[in-house]
């Protein structure tokens, strides 16, 4: 036995159930693992994983917590430091028809209970040989799990993961070294969300163009218009202030204000609207995968948006 095999390895566990968390507490300690957390509420849970955590064990339905949420706001990166973090679900074999909702939070499993802790920790160990790379998309961020329930894949980015647990167990490298990986993770993570974004709003201006032609102005066309100009909108609101993809959120900003002009129109809009969300989509996407030789083009693209706007 590898007694120090999760020496510095830190776990939280999310469960009322003390009997539960003190035996797998016990089942880690003989492997080196003395960080673990046990939190019993909500507010807990969040300052626990607010610090650098490598594994999080969570009962779905732990009172006060409202698991996919909390899940989501892990993996999208607004709550903790580690979006990327080994996530666990355990629930009762009662709850078994509500696996595939858990699964679409992100999770990286989920574990029926009653469970044996020493299967579970074997299973655990799993994760610090290979992790699943992540799938981006609009809605999820997370294991790679084709299941047809996210499209058919075309929204979707990949993104590897940086894998703390393993470099802490396997690879047993420095803390310095794993905020670094983190870092350009993160990085990755909301290149991703903004190319899955970018794709969104592509294939809505490309139906766009395919419902112009008709002479009537659509109730699908004014759908995708509102649906364009909420995509536009959160795109511009997720990226406004970064200093590498904010010039691309004035691009979405403009989109969107195209969007609900036309969406608003009592009459079928003018064909260039169309063709200008069509261009100015296309534009958004050259802007983002050309990063720095794009910034000064984009002052000049909103100022033709912005002079037709003023105009119309």
């Known amino acids: 036995m590898n007694t120090d095999l999760y020496k510095g390895v830190r ?4 469960d009322q159930d003390q009997g539960f968390t003190r035996d797998l507490s ?11 957390a046990v939190c019993v509420d909500r507010d807990q849970i969040i ?5 650098m955590v490598d594994v999080l064990v969570c009962d779905v339905h732990q009172p006060g917590v409202e698991f996919h949420a909390l899940a989501q706001d892990i993996r999208h990166g607004r709550l903790g430091d580690n979006p990327f973090i080994v996530l666990i679900a355990t629930a009762l074999i009662a709850e078994e028809e509500n696996l595939s909702r858990i699964l679409e939070s992100g999770v990286d499993d989920v574990v029926l209970k009653p469970l044996d802790t020493q299967n579970f920790v074997r299973r655990i160990g799993g994760f610090a040989r290979k992790r ?6 609009p809605m999820y961020v997370g294991p790679s799990r084709r299941n047809g329930q996210r499209g058919d894949g075309s929204d979707e980015t990949v993104v590897e993961v940086p894998n703390t ?3 802490k167990v396997v690879q047993r490298q420095k803390e310095a070294e794993i905020h670094g990986q983190l870092q350009s993770g993160r990085s990755m993570l909301d290149e991703g ?16 163009l395919d419902l112009e032609d008709n002479y009537a102005f659509a109730e699908e066309s004014k759908r995708l218009l509102r649906t364009l100009a909420q995509k536009a909108s959160e795109v511009e609101m997720e990226h406004r202030n970064s200093a590498t993809t904010g010039h691309v959120a004035l691009i979405a900003e403009r989109i969107g204000r195209l969007s609900f002009r036309a969406e608003s129109a009592i009459t079928k809009p003018a064909g260039i609207e169309f063709k200008l969300l069509s261009q100015l989509s296309d534009a958004a996407m050259v802007a983002f995968t050309t990063a720095q030789r794009s910034h000064g083009t984009v002052p000049a693209i909103v100022d033709v948006v912005d002079g037709y706007l003023r105009r119309a």
Do not use: W
Not at 11 to 14: N, Y
């Open 11 to 14: 776990m939280v566990l999310g």
């Open 26 to 36: 016990a089942a880690f300690f003989p492997f080196g693992l003395r960080d673990i």
């Open 47 to 51: 300052r626990a994983v607010g610090e």
């Open 132 to 137: 699943k790379p992540f799938v981006v998309t």
């Open 165 to 167: 647990f393993r470099a």
């Open 193 to 208: 969300r903004l190319t899955s974004g970018m794709k969104v709003i592509a294939r809505l201006t490309r139906r766009l």
